[in-house]
């Protein structure tokens, strides 16, 4: 139904910025809640920003509040996670992440679709 794929990780040296893309396929994508995950080496998932079908409402892991912001353009069939001021523990593989469901969106569970990843590093 839907298909999920990354862009915009890079290297980046503490303190700058990067904004990552999704761009998704499939006729549905408005009717889905949508989300970025990361994972770096040796750690588990853990959740980063969710956003609402309709975009009205966001949802932040308390180590990027402030830092990071999540939007759609459900037109474009886009979600955006723009990340400022990147530390170096920011550094993982980013994923998105489609949810049907659209509640529990830190929940990786609650997510039916996934993209395969997109590296961002972060020096120092």
């Known amino acids: 139904q839907v298909q999920l794929v990354e862009s915009g990780g890079g290297l980046v040296q503490a303190g700058g910025s990067l904004r990552l893309s999704c761009a998704a396929s499939g006729r549905t994508f408005s009717s889905y809640a949508m989300g970025w995950f990361r994972q770096a080496p040796g750690k588990e998932r853990e959740f980063v920003a969710g956003?609402?079908?309709?975009?009205?409402?966001?949802y932040y892991a308390r180590s990027v509040k402030g830092r990071f912001t999540i939007s759609r353009d459900n037109a474009k069939n886009t979600v955006y996670l723009q990340m400022n001021s990147l530390l170096p523990e920011d550094t993982a593989v980013y994923r998105c992440?489609?949810?049907?469901?659209?509640?529990?969106?830190?929940?990786?569970?609650?997510?039916?679709?996934w993209g395969q990843g997109t590296q961002v590093t972060v020096s120092s």
């Open positions: 992440a489609a949810s049907l469901a659209g509640v529990g969106l830190s929940l990786p569970e609650r997510y039916d679709y």
């Open positions: 956003i609402t079908w309709s975009g009205d409402n966001t």
